[in-house]
Nanobody, 125 residues
Framework: QVQLVESGGGLVQAGGSLRLSCAAS????????MGWFRQAPGKEREFVGA????????LYADSVKGRFTISRDNAKSTVYLQMTNLKSDDTAVYYC??????????????????WGQGTQVTVSS
């Protein structure tokens, strides 16, 4: 079992940056693939990006590629989502998720086992 807590959301102007953090409890964090998802009002939750247990592999949605970067610090049991050049379309609740199965980075939300409560990101134009 792992508990995830996101932080770092807020209001930012278009073109600005934010860094989200996801702190995990539990001693097995370093064995989990971690993902970030987001859900805008009236829309389905969508994949943002994922990072392997070692941090050596990452995967991004086309909509954020080149603007968002995922990283992790296993010693701190924390995964980060650095967001730059933010756009109004990035406005959403952002969730981190953990996948217990080591292997291919997953893009479907139902393939993740644990979820945080989400943090709101609002980008004003």
């Amino acid at each position: 079992q792992v508990q995830l807590v996101e932080s770092g959301g807020g209001l930012v102007q278009a073109g600005g940056s934010l860094r989200l953090s996801c702190a995990a409890s539990g001693r097995t964090f370093s064995r989990y693939t971690m993902g970030w998802f987001r859900q805008a009002p009236g829309k389905e939750r969508e994949f943002v990006g994922a990072i392997s247990w070692s941090g050596g592999s990452t995967l991004y949605a086309d909509s954020v590629k080149g603007r968002f970067t995922i990283s992790r610090d296993n010693a701190k049991s924390t995964v980060y989502l650095q967001m730059t050049n933010l756009k109004s379309d990035d406005t959403a609740v952002y969730y981190c998720a953990a996948d217990r199965i080591i292997g291919t980075l997953k893009v479907r939300d139902y393939e993740y086992d644990y979820w945080g409560q989400g943090t709101q990101v609002t980008v004003s134009s």
